[in-house]
């Protein structure tokens, strides 16, 4: 006889993914993913039930009011894919109250920027997520970098296609060339940007707009960039080491009044957020000189571009807000070759970074103090833990599965690899630079 899980009564709770996964867990250790408001947890004993959770004997919530996160809970998943409601609402509990947003005075007209390459199947659910955003004044500009064929020329201009959607071509490769064509290209007050590799929530603009809210001189805000799938030992280990995806608590950042808690600020860029999720003021970008085109994916750097634009907002005399409400969720690499290809471009970007910071007189003093210890604290720093149905830490744990001994070798070597990375950035930086010098000479002849 076949058994099947009872389908749900329609007052029963059920709470969707975060992401569509390609392809089902088979790691034993697989965590689902997914949100829930603090208020519709239900007040009697009842099962939630968790869509699609074949396969997951652990849950991650983030827990919201509203906009607003409070923190993420992990469940255990029963067999039938539901959790208990009581136990979620203890988790619930010991949670931090949520620190509500500023509402707006009004919502700035805003391009979204999503650059992307050669990724059309991922792109497809990003842009789907950006286009279904409340926000009554929005453009989304696509920017195809240097690609290989012309699968995301026809996935954005097919007959029938959104016409707040416009396609860019730009034959330049790396991703800072993208994203200064975006804003060339952008007609919008505000630039948001995101990744291809991403899943915005509904209010992303919104609560982007309240981190502007915070002050007359914010010129950049950044958001919550969450793990959306956790479905191999690879993606687990990744969402255990960064800072970013779980900054929960709003900050505005200035020079003017430095954190008396970061003792690396002005070079916190673990901090500030990351490229995946932040926006700025278009006018901010382009009297910034836009992003340095040295830097970044596709570049010899290999990345950086991200936290030497939030740096430069922050020495420039700006301010830059962290707004968790502005909530993104991304896909991680899910194996450890890709962790490997990722790690060398974080190392490389990060050391190319830290050489122009160090070539700057205004900048040399503060680099040389504080880019060692910048440096230990990006690649091993702590990570805030997650709240277990138990009270414990559940996500600082050590990820466990078959072949464990072997996984943790091929970590390791992931982390070998990046502080190699760091210094091989040095060098990479001089010679990206070159090459950004002579594309811009042999333009003036053509000119």
């Known amino acids: 006889m076949t058994h099947t899980a009872p389908r749900p009564s329609p007052s029963r709770l059920v709470l969707e993914r975060t992401m569509a996964s390609p392809e089902p867990p088979t790691w034993p250790g697989a965590v689902w993913v997914g949100a829930v408001d603090a208020q519709d947890v239900p007040v009697g004993h009842e099962r939630i039930v968790l869509a699609d959770a ?94 290989s064929d012309d699968a995301t020329r026809r996935l954005v201009t097919a007959p029938g ?60 805000v950044s958001g919550l960039v969450a793990s959306g799938e956790l479905r191999t030992p690879a993606q687990r280990w990744f969402d255990e080491r960064v800072t970013w995806s779980r900054n929960l608590v709003p900050r505005v950042f200035r020079l003017a009044t430095p954190p008396t808690d970061r003792p690396l600020f002005p070079f ?94 205004r900048t040399l003093g503060l680099a040389l103090v504080r880019a060692p210890r910048a440096l230990r604290h990006l690649l091993a720093g702590p990570v805030t833990p997650v709240v277990d149905a138990a009270g414990g830490a559940a996500a600082t744990a050590p990820v466990r599965t078959a072949g464990d001994a072997a996984f943790d070798r091929e970590v390791a070597a992931v982390r070998g690899v990046e502080l190699r990375a760091v210094v091989r950035g040095v060098v990479r930086y001089a010679r990206s630079r070159r090459t950004v010098r002579a594309r811009a000479a042999a333009a003036r002849r053509t000119a």
Not at 188 to 210: I, P
Request: charged share 25%; with cysteine; proline share 5%.
């Open 268 to 361: 916190s860029v673990g901090d500030y957020g990351t490229g995946a999720n932040f926006a700025m003021r278009r006018e901010a970008v382009l009297a910034l000189g836009g992003f340095d085109e040295a830097l970044g994916v596709g570049t010899a750097t290999g990345g950086g571009e991200d936290i030497d634009m939030f740096a430069r907002v922050v020495l420039g005399g700006a301010a830059l807000v962290v707004e968790p409400s502005a909530l993104v969720w991304h896909r991680h690499r899910a194996d450890v070759a890709a962790l490997r290809t990722q790690a060398v471009g974080y190392g490389t970007g990060l050391g190319a970074w830290l050489t122009k910071t160090a070539m700057r007189p």
């Open 161 to 220: 296609t959104d016409p707040r959607v416009r396609y860019v071509l730009e034959p330049v490769p790396g991703l800072s060339s993208a994203r200064n064509a975006g804003v060339r290209a952008a007609r919008g007050e505000v630039v948001a940007f995101t990744d291809d590799d991403v899943v915005v929530d509904r209010g992303w603009l919104r609560a982007v707009a309240s981190g502007f809210a915070r002050g007359e001189d914010v010129v950049c």
């Open 54 to 147: 074949s396969g997951h004997r652990t849950a991650r919530l983030l827990v919201r009011e509203g906009t607003a996160p409070r923190g993420f809970v992990d469940l255990s998943v029963d067999a039938d894919g539901t959790v208990d409601a009581a136990e979620l609402r203890a988790a619930v509990a010991r949670l931090p109250a949520a620190e509500h947003p500023p509402v707006p005075v009004r919502l700035p007209s805003t391009s979204v920027v999503l650059c992307t390459r050669d990724r059309a199947d991922q792109l497809a659910e990003a842009l789907r997520s950006v286009l279904a955003l409340d926000h009554p004044d929005l453009e989304v500009v696509v920017v195809d970098n240097a690609p």
